[in-house]
């Protein structure tokens, strides 16, 4: 690339100034990120093993949960060895590498939420023509798209990104590689313009597929009020209100992250908000998702209770 020549490495925005606060910060995000492991890892495995969640709703599911696996994965480890190791640089390649990966699952993750939003009014709205929409190959093509478009959607903004030179110094003030604060590094007006494109025409596709799961959930309440049963509508409401949290709390932040007006713009806001959509969604997906259902909670007490008794079961022999 232009600029691999004339810039090594970035330099990360250090999340303290002392070192006891950079090793309570090490401490901080390593409890998260292993809550995160934690809980999308129980839902994968849950998803995986119990055939009764071999469904398309919780196949998405198992979609999300590894993106999410994946998101955190790309930003939280790098943050952690730099609070550790009392160091804020990044190679060059290390920042692309991780620019690209992060957009490509968050790309991936927000048509998983748009497909997911079409499940359930499928579900819900049109259910004598579930099986016929949603079969597993319907399912499995939704999925690799939802991934190809996230992959398609991170080489545009990687190649169009990094091809451009930097000349503004090389301290990044985020603590991961993100689109807005590696651009203000950028010296070229027409590739900052073309990358502002790519972000514009980007924002454009996200409120779109947030229309769309707008319209979804207005047929859905729709169609749930009109449900007779009152066990109905609670089981419909178990399944759609957590995943319109998910999108909530997705779409909010990713606002402020990206189109919040000037007059709010801080280091101290940018960071609270990336810290959000970045780091606290992925870990707060899974408790979302299993707080109002039974089925996923049942799986994942069975998966819990085998690994304990399997644990248990290799220790007898141990001390035999």
Not at 151 to 175: D, I, M, P
Not at 179 to 194: A, D
Not at 228 to 257: I, M, N, W, Y
Request: some cysteine; charged content about 10%; overall charge positive.
């Amino acid at each position: 690339m232009p600029n691999s020549s004339s810039i090594s490495e970035f330099l990360l925005l250090a999340l303290a100034d002392t070192r006891q606060l950079q090793l309570l910060h090490f401490w901080l995000l390593l409890g998260i990120y292993l809550a995160a492991l934690l809980g999308n890892g129980l839902i994968s495995t849950a998803v995986a093993c119990d055939h009764r969640l071999h469904t398309p709703m919780y196949f998405f599911l198992l979609n999300l949960a590894l993106l999410d696996l994946g998101c955190i994965s790309t930003t939280l480890p790098k943050a952690m060895a730099n609070a550790l190791w009392h160091t804020r640089a990044i190679s060059y390649a290390g920042c692309a590498t991780q620019f690209f990966f992060f957009l490509f699952l968050f790309g991936a993750e927000y048509s998983i939420l748009t497909i997911m939003s079409y499940d359930r009014y499928v579900a819900i709205c049109k259910p004598l023509h579930y099986r016929t929409l949603l079969g597993s190959r319907a399912c499995a093509t939704m999925a690799a798209a939802a991934w190809g478009t996230g992959l398609l959607y991170s080489l545009l903004h990687t190649a169009s990104t990094f091809s451009q030179a930097v000349c503004r110094g090389k301290v990044v003030n985020q603590f991961f590689c993100e689109i807005p604060h590696i651009l203000k590094l950028s010296c070229s007006e027409s590739g900052s313009l073309r990358e502002t494109g790519f972000i514009v025409l980007s924002v454009l596709a996200i409120y779109g597929c947030f229309a769309f799961i707008l319209f979804s959930y207005v047929q859905i309440f729709r169609a749930v009020l009109r449900m007779p049963s009152e066990q109905g509508r609670h089981k419909a409401f178990s399944t759609c209100l957590p995943h319109l949290a998910v999108v909530s709390l997705f779409v909010s932040t990713d606002f402020l992250a990206y189109l919040k007006p000037h007059s709010l713009v801080s280091p101290s806001l940018d960071l609270v908000v990336s810290f959000l959509y970045s780091v606290v969604t992925p870990t707060l997906n899974p408790l979302i998702y299993s707080m109002r259902n039974q089925e996923l909670k049942d799986a994942v007490r069975k998966i819990m209770s085998w690994t304990h008794f399997s644990s248990n079961k290799l220790l007898i022999c141990l001390y035999k």
